[in-house]
């Protein structure tokens, strides 16, 4: 059985950071992509960010150059360094999985969520 486990939210003031972790266990492949979605109230769920085993990285436009996703492949773990946050950033995260794919569409297995609440 996969899980995923999220850790790393909570509740920032406009133009601080937070560090998302999301491990993963069970029987996952080398090849595999990882990331986050995200739901703000009224609104849909969107691709935040994501990564592929070697590496390369997909932004959603409104976080990039402030987002800053990264992996290490021998604890399947991916992390989301987020800096100059701002208040439309606030939502619930979750993490995602997507096996034997270089892309995060339709993930295979989700976490159970993170909520980040920018104010001040």
């Known amino acids: 059985q996969v899980q995923l486990v999220e850790s790393g939210g909570g509740l920032v003031q406009p133009g601080g950071s937070l560090r998302l972790s999301c491990a993963a266990s069970?029987?996952?492949?080398?090849?595999?992509?990882m990331g986050w979605y995200r739901q703000a109230p009224g609104k849909q769920r969107e691709l935040v960010a994501s990564i592929i085993t070697g590496g390369r990285a997909n932004y959603q436009d409104s976080v990039k150059g402030r987002f800053t996703i990264s992996r290490d492949n021998a604890k399947n773990t991916v992390y989301l360094q987020m800096n100059s946050l701002k208040p439309d950033d606030t939502a619930v995260y979750y993490c995602a999985l997507k096996l034997w794919r270089m892309n995060l569409t339709s993930p295979d297995y989700w976490g159970q969520g993170t909520q980040v609440t920018v104010s001040s």
């Open positions: 069970g029987s996952i492949p080398s090849i595999n992509a």
